[in-house]
């Protein structure tokens, strides 16, 4: 699967197990950083990832700040992207699933890192499933 991955300063050591575990897998992963730990802005890093998303260079993306709000506010301002914040495995499940989310928004702050590993885990494994979700993902962008 060709994935995206993307963090500020607060992600940047889930951003990189998580990459390695992505790799390990078999994916390949784009990293559009931050590539540090020192203090950045999280549109940075975000806005490049929405747009790789956008424009299918990617099929999904997962962004991790120390909220997951930042990056969900800022990746959600592309029309064509749906990201979600998931901080358990049942609404990772239900984001693509039942709102076909294609971007994946993780606290880093407020999970500990095997449960933020399951949560892409199950993010990158379920389906949308469509029929009656369909009508309600359409009319997200207008």
């Known amino acids: 699967m ?8 607060a992600g940047f050591d889930y951003k990189e197990t998580i990459k390695q575990m992505l790799l390990d897998e078999g994916n390949e992963v784009k990293d559009f950083g931050t ?33 997951g709000n930042g990056v ?19 609404l990772s499940k239900f984001a693509r699933s039942h709102n076909d989310a294609n971007v994946l928004c993780l606290p880093a702050r407020f999970i500990e890192l095997d ?8 993010f990158l494994n379920t389906i949308f499933e469509g029929g009656r979700h369909q009508n309600r993902v359409n009319k997200i962008s207008y």
Request: proline share 3%; aromatic share 2%; net charge negative.
């Open 2 to 9: 060709k994935l995206s991955i993307a963090c500020d300063h």
């Open 35 to 67: 590539h540090s730990t020192d203090s950045m802005d999280y549109p940075d890093t975000t806005h490049p990832l929405a747009n790789a998303v956008e424009c299918k260079e990617s099929e999904l993306g997962i962004l991790i700040c120390g909220s």
């Open 72 to 90: 969900c506010m800022t990746a959600n301002k592309h029309q064509g992207i749906r990201a979600a914040l998931c901080w358990n495995e049942e």
């Open 115 to 122: 449960l933020a590993k399951k949560i892409v885990s199950v």
